[in-house]
């Protein structure tokens, strides 16, 4: 019966401190977490946009509707490689 009381004992005073410890525990490690603000679907398609736009407006300017087709699709591409160098460098500059 002693043995019983002190590993009960001991067992209560483990498992109180383990949950007066989980909200410490969890904010800092939710603290060393960061959002990377460079990358996201908005920033992506905004950056993927912007370049379509102007891609086609050039192309447009210098060959007509067939430059324009062929300029939207060189900027895209354009602001896709613009945008993975943006997630990389802040990923270089803040790595974790």
Do not use: W
């Amino acid at each position: 019966m002693l043995k019983r009381k002190g590993s009960k004992l001991i067992s209560l005073f483990l498992i109180a401190s383990l949950l007066a410890l989980s909200p410490v525990m969890s904010g800092d490690a939710s603290a060393r977490q960061r959002r990377n603000p460079e990358a996201g679907k908005k920033k992506a398609a905004k950056r993927i946009g912007i370049g379509t736009a102007i891609g086609a407006g050039a192309g447009g300017l210098i060959g007509g509707k067939k430059g324009a087709l062929i300029g939207a699709g060189a900027g895209a591409g354009a602001g896709t490689a613009y945008h993975y160098h943006k997630k990389r460098s802040y990923r270089k500059r803040h790595h974790r």
